[in-house]
């Protein structure tokens, strides 16, 4: 599974982007996507994630009810809406993919992915 994100940038403090993820080769199997993001001097952290089938979806407390994660399995394709962005959201963001058993499965730790992309650097200024 190729991944190939993007959609980052530089806005300001309110702004919002919304970051594709391009997953050709995901519908071959089960693979429950997420979203990472890596601050400057910080580790990896889990942001959202997908289950295969769409129907189950998880956020970070840190980003729940500003980001929405979504996907467009016709496409190959997997988003991640942000909104309300904060200087604190400053980070490479980067898409991964995990094997998982069942089509409403989901995965929280990076540990979990076998699959990951290259970033997409999102800077928010205040």
């Known amino acids: 599974v190729q991944l190939q994100a993007s959609g980052g940038g530089l806005v300001q403090t309110g702004d919002s982007l919304r970051l594709s993820c391009s997953t050709p080769g995901r519908a071959a199997g089960n693979y429950a996507m997420g979203w990472f993001r890596q601050a400057p001097g910080k580790e990896r952290e889990f942001v959202a994630t997908i289950s295969w089938r769409g129907d189950r979806k998880y956020y970070a407390d840190s980003v729940k009810g500003r980001f929405t994660i979504s996907q467009e399995m016709s496409n190959n394709m997997v988003y991640l809406r942000m909104n309300n962005l904060k200087p604190e959201d400053t980070a490479h963001y980067y898409c991964?993919?995990?094997?998982?058993?069942?089509?409403?499965?989901?995965?929280?730790?990076?540990?979990?992915?076998?699959?990951w992309g290259q970033g997409t650097l999102v800077t928010v200024s205040s």
């Open positions: 991964a993919a995990a094997r998982v058993f069942g089509v409403h499965d989901t995965a929280r730790l990076a540990t979990e992915y076998n699959y």
